[in-house]
């Protein structure tokens, strides 16, 4: 969630004697203690964005929270917990789950992740945000890739990005002597592309081509098999890609060790089924139909929100790969 705090008006000025106080507070150094922290100006400070204790207490609450809200199908038992595109993803698969079992879930197993490793930036400003890489108990030999963020030190760590990678998938972090990485800002240039850019280049990419992302599944493969369903016997379908860019949905990027980026970036589709006449969409499953308002006559439109991981790397002309992606359905609509 985006915070914008605005100046404060209609009270008095400090005496010059309290003037003199503050800038004396002011340039006072404190240094790191001995539990790691520290306290200074993190607007302008280069500073790790979390110690490596925290982190784990980040993650190890979102896990509790996770298996209560997907033991129960209830969503309010982890919303406080997530935030940007793995929020509104898991809202809506918690809230088909509870329509088709309201007394919870049937097939619950708790998460168990292990082997957990921590990249942790180094950045000046807000938010702050950092990276778990886990193996777990479910989605096969993948393991789980996760971004951290939170945009003040009162507020509670929220996950943002989740997407599973193959083991050995991610490539190097450039970190230094201590172990910290480095955070690669939207805007940031000797890359393939921006990391800024990301979500609207490959809304582009889905909707007209061209060779900007590299071939693979989340790429090629998923333009040939949208060509191969938008027109069949019976039933059109339409794809509208848009990016997503706002607030906790915009693109975070580590520096790479061979100066590349690895890039966490979300993006919005519509996915419109519209059956000829005398013929009718496909019947859609229960998740579909526990998300859909109105009622499926000729057409149903899908609403989508994804999450992808993709390596842009160093140097104009190269070709971003997009590692993983999972996608989500938010809601859908019945015409």
């Known amino acids: 969630m985006t915070r914008e705090r605005g100046p404060r008006t209609g009270r008095p000025g400090p005496s010059r004697r309290d003037r003199g106080a503050l800038l004396a507070a002011s340039l006072t150094v404190v ?78 197993t708790p998460l168990a992740l292990s082997d957990v490793r921590y990249t942790i930036p180094k950045k000046a400003g807000w938010p702050r945000w950092f990276v778990a890489d886990a193996r777990a108990n479910k989605g096969g030999s993948a393991r789980w890739l996760m971004v951290f963020q939170r945009h003040d030190a009162s507020e509670r760590w929220q996950a943002t990005y989740l997407t599973l990678v193959a083991p050995g998938a991610l490539p190097e972090f450039a970190k230094d002597g201590d172990g910290w990485a480095e ?60 990016p997503l860019t706002d607030g906790d949905y915009a693109p975070v990027a580590l520096r790479t060790a061979d100066g590349g980026a690895l890039v966490f970036f979300s993006s919005h589709h519509f996915v419109k089924q519209t059956a000829a006449q005398g013929a009718s969409v ?15 006559k ?38």
Do not use: W
């Open 183 to 242: 955070a690669v800002p939207a805007d940031a240039g000797g890359l393939a592309a921006a990391p800024g850019t990301l979500s609207k280049g490959y809304a582009d990419y889905l909707r007209g081509g061209g060779s900007s992302f590299a071939d693979g599944g989340n790429t090629s493969a998923l333009r040939a098999q949208r060509q191969k369903n938008a027109s069949r016997p019976g039933l059109a379908t339409q794809y509208v890609d848009e």
């Open 282 to 296: 496909p019947a859609p499953n229960a998740n579909v139909r526990a998300l859909t308002t109105g009622e499926i």
């Open 31 to 108: 240094s790191l203690t001995a539990s790691g922290c520290v306290v200074v100006h993190g607007e302008r400070e280069v500073i790790p964005t979390s110690t490596r204790g925290e982190a784990a207490r980040a993650v190890e609450e979102f896990t509790a929270a996770y298996n209560k809200a997907d033991a129960a199908y209830d969503a309010s038992l982890d919303a406080a917990y997530t935030a940007g595109p793995l929020k509104v993803i898991d809202a809506a698969r918690l809230k088909a789950g509870h329509v088709n079992h309201p007394g919870g879930n049937p097939q619950h």
């Open 298 to 335: 000729q057409t149903l439109t899908m609403e989508f929100v994804a999450n992808q991981v993709a390596v842009d790397p160093a140097g104009a002309g190269g070709r971003v790969a997009v590692l993983a992606r999972v996608e989500g359905l938010t809601s859908a609509k019945g015409e």
